[in-house]
């Protein structure tokens, strides 16, 4: 199935390819077209000119505008669709990559990362190599936050539900996805700071005098075109033009710093309305059938609105905005109060619509990252949507593994686990994949409550939050050492269970900073306190001491990862076995080091 997919996406690729390259050749071709068409206009008009036939220049004239406007707009509509192109090429070689486990290149999701989040730092959320490159597919800023807060933060029973439902209907839709996810690609800026137009989009728009101001605008513009036929006619002096010109500018100076702002505050992220609208008009033809797509479409398509064509028309206000210091919109605003209009149109289009464009913009960040988990499902066929369990504390899984390992190196094992208080307490030699096994666990739960599939054949799993204490690290700015950095981690668990909704937790070579001793008075100390408590999870650990525990206390489970020895090689099978670990392979590898061990 895999290679099935792996050829759709390797002939798009090839198919996108051939096209943009006819539509650059186009594209080139019609540069060249606008060049000879100016050039043969000012040479026309120089020779009617010195031929002194007015009518002739005029013809020209009006005809080399006419052609360079339509050829002007020929050639946005190309570039727009080589841009497109362009973007769905990219998108089908990204997928490629994705499938051959190589994730470099694309957005790591570091500003999202937080070092005090219960679980960024140990299950690679974000970074190279993380799950976020593996399954982000987001083409605007919205999309991209929104999945990076799914990914952060258990979702309830309802929503996982819904979002497995929405996934499962656009997964096989390759046109619509791809589409969506080239559209935001090819018209919005992903490095643009947004906020500002968010900011200026969710302000309460009001007018001061606003009966003033829109007689002025009828008025003064009028009396403007009037007085300059007026004058050329010799019924009027040049003078009253001259001074309505100067009443115009009195009108443009009391505006100026509120234009100025509203365009200071629009001029970068004013760009990204072009991929909304598509988007949006994308929403508004398509039909879909669960809950969650229909409810995301009822939001920008209800009472006869098209939310499309507010959006062209909030585009249009805020591209002349970012016209205004051109020459020719100067002239045209002393004369037509132009910055009057389209002030005047701003305010009256928050009016009515600021509060429907913050639901708009939060429906297409929503299906973007909907878009995205879709796409990670099609390209990963063998993954399944876990079933979302009544039950507080269960896990049960048949073949897991995790997703970020290839696909031909991953070794996968059943595991089932439940009851509150549980503990698995994992023992193994180095190397044998006990850290591996619970970051697995771990990074499926996450996805399974986001509502994406994960890396098993089937999976069973209750809402939960998870936290993980693995890579704790000596922090010198701070005078830390690793061993008191864990001592902060597991506080910060033991506040984190809050008695509400049961954690997960995974806590990897317990107490490793200190002397065997104190470790294991420590853990199990600390391992009484968690069987405890409203959690259940995982602890590993190299003493094999702590196994007995499980003769005193109910819940408390002996699971371990071993390596066999066979001549000078040591051979792991990394496969989860009930019971304490018998096998160890310090010793070899430290010989294999060249350390010299005594027999």
């Known amino acids: 199935m895999k290679e099935v997919i792996y050829k759709t996406y390797q002939t798009k690729q090839q198919e996108f390819s051939a096209s943009a390259l006819k539509l650059k050749s186009r594209y080139t071709f019609l540069s060249w077209i606008r060049v000879l068409l100016f050039v043969g206009a000012i040479i026309g008009i120089i020779v009617f000119a010195d031929q002194k036939n007015g009518a002739a220049m ?238 995301l479409k009822s939001k920008v398509v209800h009472d006869n609105v098209h939310a499309s064509k507010i959006i062209k028309e909030l585009q249009l206000i805020l591209d002349n905005f970012q016209s205004r210091m051109n020459v020719i919109y100067i002239i045209f605003d002393l004369l037509l109060l132009l910055d009057l209009f389209w002030y005047l149109k701003a305010v009256n289009w928050k009016q009515k619509n600021r509060t429907d464009i913050t639901s708009w913009f939060d429906t297409i960040g929503e299906l973007d990252a909907l878009v995205s988990i879709a796409g990670f499902s099609y390209s990963n066929p063998s993954f399944n949507f876990p079933s979302i369990s009544d039950d507080h504390f269960s896990i049960n899984a048949k073949a897991l593994g995790h997703p970020l390992i290839n696909g031909e190196n991953r070794v996968t094992n059943d595991f089932d686990f439940n009851g509150e208080g549980g503990i698995c307490l994992i023992t193994g030699s180095n190397m044998s994949g006990k850290s591996t096994f619970l970051r697995t666990v771990g990074v499926n739960c996450i996805l399974g409550l986001m509502g994406a599939p994960v890396c098993a054949s089937e999976m069973t799993v209750s809402p939960l939050r998870v936290f993980t204490s693995m890579r704790s690290q000596d922090d010198l700015e701070e005078n830390v050492s690793s061993f008191y950095a864990e001592l902060k981690r597991l506080k910060h668990l033991l506040s984190y269970i809050d008695g509400k909704t049961p954690v997960l937790f995974m806590i990897d070579e317990v107490l490793k900073g200190t002397n065997s001793k104190d470790r ?61 670990c018998r096998s160890f392979n310090a010793t070899k590898l430290m010989q294999k080091m060249g350390i010299e061990i005594p027999e």
């Open 520 to 580: 294991h008075k420590g853990a199990l100390a600390l391992i009484k306190q968690l069987n405890a408590a409203y959690a259940f999870g995982f602890v590993s650990t190299h003493d094999i001491e702590l196994g007995t525990i499980t003769n005193e206390l109910k819940g408390v489970k002996n699971y371990s990862f071993n390596s066999q020895i066979v001549g000078d090689e040591i051979k792991f099978d990394y496969t989860l076995t009930p019971g304490i």
């Open 58 to 295: 005029l013809i020209t004239s009006a005809v080399a505008i006419i052609g360079y406007l339509a050829l002007l707009k020929t050639h946005a509509n190309l570039r727009s669709e080589l841009k497109l192109t362009q973007a769905l090429e990219q998108i089908n070689g990204d997928e490629i990559k994705r499938l051959n486990n190589d994730l470099s290149g694309f957005e790591d999701g570091k500003k999202f990362y937080s070092v005090k989040h219960p679980y960024h730092e140990d299950l690679d959320v974000f970074g190279r190599h993380s799950l976020f490159q593996l399954i982000n597919r987001t083409s605007t800023f919205l999309g991209e936050k929104v999945l990076a807060s799914w990914l952060g933060h258990a979702s309830s029973s309802n929503d996982v539900l819904q979002r497995q439902a929405a996934v499962k209907e656009l997964s096989p839709d390759l046109a619509f996805r791809q589409n969506f996810e080239a559209y935001g690609k090819a018209n919005s800026d992903s490095s643009v700071n947004h906020q500002p137009l968010l900011n200026w989009l969710k302000q309460e728009a009001s007018l001061k005098n606003p009966l003033l101001l829109k007689l002025l605008m009828v008025v003064m513009p009028l009396a403007m075109v009037a007085t300059i036929a007026l004058s050329t006619l010799d019924i009027v002096q040049t003078g009253v033009p001259v001074l309505i010109g100067m009443a115009n500018a009195m009108v443009l100076g009391s505006l100026f710093n509120r234009i100025q702002k509203i365009s200071k505050q629009t001029e970068d992220g004013y760009k990204s309305l072009s991929a909304m609208r598509y988007h949006i008009e994308m929403i508004e033809k398509t039909e879909f059938s669960s809950e969650k797509l229909k409810a």
